[in-house]
């Protein structure tokens, strides 16, 4: 069994910055692949950014060269920095990870709860 906490979410102003982090515990060997994906309201849930095993990362077009995925292994930590946020990037983020998916359009055994990010104008 996989478990995914995310912290880090909060309120911005548009163009601020905020952190993600989502720590995995129990059967860490099957979160080699870890990511992030997010729900606006109102509309379906999409991928952000994904870090594979191998360190390929892939990030959704919309936020490429503002967001910033890394990890670190030792702490089974990884963490999604966000800066130049916009209003309609409000919602919830969720924690990902699985043993061999990668991709922003691929799905994923774990989920964490999910963090709310509010970006305000």
């Known amino acids: 069994q996989v478990e995914l906490q995310e912290s880090g979410g909060g309120s911005v102003q548009s163009g601020g910055s905020l952190r993600l982090s989502c720590a995995a515990s129990?059967?860490?060997?099957?979160?080699?692949?870890m990511g992030w994906f997010r729900q606006a309201p109102g509309k379906e849930r999409e991928g952000v950014a994904i870090?594979?095993?191998?360190?390929?990362?892939t990030y959704r077009d919309s936020v490429t060269g503002r967001f910033t995925i890394s990890k670190d292994n030792a702490k089974f930590t990884h963490y999604l920095e966000m800066n130049y946020l916009k209003s309609e990037e409000t919602g919830v983020y969720y924690c990902?990870?699985?043993?061999?998916?990668?991709?922003?359009?691929?799905?994923?055994?774990?989920w964490g709860q999910g963090s709310r990010v509010t970006v305000t104008y």
């Open positions: 129990g059967d860490t060997d099957r979160t080699s692949c």
């Open positions: 870090l594979g095993s191998d360190v390929r990362i």
């Open positions: 990902v990870a699985d043993v061999i998916a990668f991709g922003v359009e691929t799905d994923y055994a774990y």
